[in-house]
């Protein structure tokens, strides 16, 4: 009888140390769960302010781009003007042309919403893309009038 408490009162006491040992493990699990989500958050938090200023300078240095286009297309409609009739009528159609492109990429930059990295990669490249082709379309033509 002695024997089967003593071996009972070591089974609970063994048991007690176990739930009590597991307590403080949950405990510690939870503590780690916790800064785990607090890092997660700190970084996306970084990683949002590293977008939004990266964005920022993008977008305005293509608004800068932009009005210099908008400046050169009607520097050149001004020399057209003074031109023949014969080279007025040549380039008023590129021009709209042009008009309607620099349009197109100051709406597409305005209508622009985060969808992360790769679509900010992607979007990022083609703007650049389509700016360049505008940006050689207006020297090529520009050029060829001079």
């Known amino acids: 009888m002695k024997n089967n408490i003593f071996a009972f009162t070591n089974i609970g006491l063994m048991i007690g140390i176990l739930l009590t ?5 949950s405990e510690q699990r ?3 769960v916790n800064e785990n989500v607090i890092d997660a958050e700190q970084k996306l938090e970084n990683a949002q302010a590293e977008f939004e200023a990266e964005w920022q300078a ?9 009005a210099a286009n908008e ?3 009607d520097a ?9 009739s ?3 009528a040549k380039y008023i159609e590129q021009v709209a042309v042009l008009e309607q492109k620099n349009i197109d990429l100051k709406k597409k930059l305005a209508d ?6 790769s679509k900010w990669q992607e979007f990022k490249t083609n703007f ?4 360049d082709a505008i940006g050689k379309t207006m020297t090529d033509l520009f050029s060829s009038t001079d």
């Not at 040992?21 to 493990?25: M, R, S, V």
């Not at 050149?76 to 023949?84: D, L, P, V």
């Open 128 to 131: 650049k893309n389509d700016m």
């Open 76 to 84: 050149f409609k001004k020399n057209m003007e003074k031109a023949g």
């Open 71 to 73: 400046q050169k297309i």
């Open 30 to 32: 939870k503590k780690n």
């Open 21 to 25: 040992g597991c307590d403080k493990t």
């Open 112 to 117: 622009y919403k985060d969808e992360g990295q």
């Open 58 to 66: 993008f977008k305005s240095e293509s608004e800068k781009t932009i």
């Open 86 to 88: 014969i080279m007025k």
